[in-house]
């Protein structure tokens, strides 16, 4: 998320803050100061497994949870929800502790990841039952459903049932529902697992657009580095039940610190603005695409892209070139990744004897070169 975007969230949420503490009932950061937000230490033995993670958030913070396959983002999500007992640990929302608090009664909202619609209920009241579970009359439950849906631009949609919904419609539902109930804590399991590629894509930039808006905290679990960088501000990075590195997206691409992370965060990626084949990126140089877009993008490419030179190239087709200088290496299986800064910052993947050839240290001076048809711009 960008500064602009994160102020105009704090703002919002200063002045709206007081309105959801009484929607929910749950008590604001009064006079005594207790801290706002999510302050949690989730501690769950299942077997030989056991999650230990700490995780803090302030109202507005988009955190999300990666990890492979087993680490046990899940399982924080559920003990965060009270879905799964924690055998140790504390959570407290907005200064209340909720260890003890039954889900239903938790000011917490969750997507999961196949959405959970009920099929026999259309989307208005699939919505509805969010606010219904959290005492609405059926009145006030449907009214706030519609409100929901209209703001999420399917209110069109408000009388089919699930089976009559596109993936990407179903999500932004789920995604009603949950937040309907004026959560201090949206929870999200994999939001955009169930869509496919194409999908995905016009989802995730609505997703961002929402969870911008949204005041409270948000906590997403995803596998997708894209879907991490793009939607959240901080990202926490947990292998075998353990926190091993978080940090601002941009942190962890750049300084991965478990081959794990490094595989995962394989991209390099810039916001800016795109005219045409043309991404101009912020406080950057230009970057030309393959895609033909306008306004405010990211653009994207593996450090496997990137060609080095010791001298500006002259034949090159590559329409992308960069003189940058050496600021590290660090060696990756076979690989070396060179960190390179200058008029964009970048890493390079080459080979060992690559590396060699160019004789490649610290401080070098390199050109860099990126074909157009290897990077990869979507709207932001
Ligand atoms: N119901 C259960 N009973 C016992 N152990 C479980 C249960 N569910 C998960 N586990 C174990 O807890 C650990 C963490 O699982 P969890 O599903 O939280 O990981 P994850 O990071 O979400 O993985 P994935 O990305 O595959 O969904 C795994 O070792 C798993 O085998």
């Not at 201090?184 to 697992?193: F, H, Q, T, V, W």
């Not at 002259?314 to 200088?325: D, F, I, K, V």
Request: aromatic share 4%; proline share 7%.
């Amino acid at each position: 998320m960008t500064h602009t975007e994160k102020t105009q969230k704090a703002e919002k949420t200063q002045n709206t803050e007081k309105g959801a503490y009484e929607a929910t009932g749950v008590p604001g950061p009064g006079p005594s100061g207790a801290p706002a937000g999510l302050d949690a230490h989730l501690v769950v033995d299942r077997g030989s497994f056991r999650l230990d993670v700490a995780l803090t958030a302030a109202p507005g913070d988009v955190v999300a949870l990666l990890g492979p396959n087993g680490a046990g983002k899940t399982t924080a999500l559920r003990a965060l929800a009270g879905l799964t007992p924690p055998t140790g640990g504390h959570l407290r929302l907005d200064g209340a502790v909720l260890d003890r608090t039954a889900p239903e009664s938790r000011p917490v909202g969750v997507v999961f990841q196949d959405y959970l619609l009920f099929p026999h209920l259309t989307a208005l009241d699939n919505v509805a039952f969010g606010p219904r579970c959290h005492g609405a009359t059926k009145a006030e439950a449907r009214a706030q459903a519609a409100e929901w849906l209209e703001r999420m631009g399917l209110a069109e949609h408000a009388g089919a049932k699930p089976r009559r919904l596109s993936g990407g419609q179903a999500q932004r539902v789920a995604l009603a529902r949950a937040l309907a109930t004026n959560p201090r804590l949206l929870l999200l399991d994999e939001p955009l697992a169930a869509l496919d590629a194409r999908t995905r894509l016009e989802v995730r930039t609505q997703l961002r657009r929402h969870l911008a808006e949204f005041e409270a905290v948000a906590v997403l679990v995803t596998h997708d580095p894209l879907d991490a960088m793009v939607l959240a501000d901080r990202l926490v990075v947990i292998e075998d039940g353990r926190v091993v590195q978080e940090g601002t997206p941009a942190d962890i691409a750049r300084h991965p610190r478990t081959d794990y992370i490094a595989h995962l965060v394989g991209l390099n990626l810039y916001k800016g603005r795109a005219e045409g084949h043309t991404v101009h990126v912020d406080d950057g140089p230009a970057i030309t695409t393959t895609e033909d877009l306008t306004g405010p993008v990211f653009v994207a490419f593996p450090p496997s892209a990137v060609t080095l030179h010791r001298d500006r190239p002259t034949g090159s087709s590559a329409r992308n070139l960069w003189q940058c200088e050496v600021a590290g290496l660090e060696t990756h299986g076979d690989q070396i990744r060179a960190d390179l800064t200058g008029e964009l910052p970048l890493a390079a993947d080459l080979t060992t004897v690559a590396a060699a050839e160019l004789d490649l240290h610290p401080g070098a001076t390199v050109w860099a070169t990126v074909k157009a048809a290897q990077t990869h711009a979507y709207p932001a």
